[in-house]
């Protein structure tokens, strides 16, 4: 069974920074792309920042020069580090991966989180 783990979620000012960490963990072979969406109250979930398994990455533009998206391929761990947080980040996040499973070799799934809220308020 393949799990994900989503932590760092909390209250922040304005202005302020948060980390966010997912953690996959299970019986897996390999992770492809690992992403992160949010979904605000009475909104569609969206996505907010991708990674690929080479590193290469992709933001929405309204995150761009205030997100980074990071990786640790040994441990399995996506983080995004959120510096200059607005009001309008107020959401759950939630992390997603793709991944090749040794319980089903040769197949992708995509696997989400249970997301973690962040509020941005003072």
């Known amino acids: 069974q393949v799990q994900l783990a989503e932590s760092g979620g909390d209250l922040v000012q304005p202005g302020g920074s948060l980390r966010l960490s997912c953690a996959a963990s299970?019986?897996?072979?390999?992770?492809?792309?690992m992403g992160w969406y949010r979904q605000a109250p009475g909104k569609q979930r969206e996505l907010v920042a991708f990674?690929?398994?080479?590193?290469?990455?992709n933001y929405v533009d309204s995150v761009k020069g205030r997100f980074t998206i990071s990786r640790d391929s040994a441990k399995n761990v996506v983080y995004l580090q959120m510096n200059s947080l607005e009001p309008e980040d107020t959401a759950v996040y939630y992390c997603?991966?793709?991944?090749?499973?040794?319980?089903?070799?040769?197949?992708?799934?995509?696997?989400w989180g249970q997301g973690t809220q962040v509020t941005v308020s003072s």
């Open positions: 997603n991966a793709d991944i090749v499973a040794y319980r089903f070799p040769g197949i992708r799934k995509v696997y």
């Open positions: 299970g019986s897996i072979y390999t992770i492809n792309t």
């Open positions: 990674i690929t398994s080479g590193g290469g990455t």
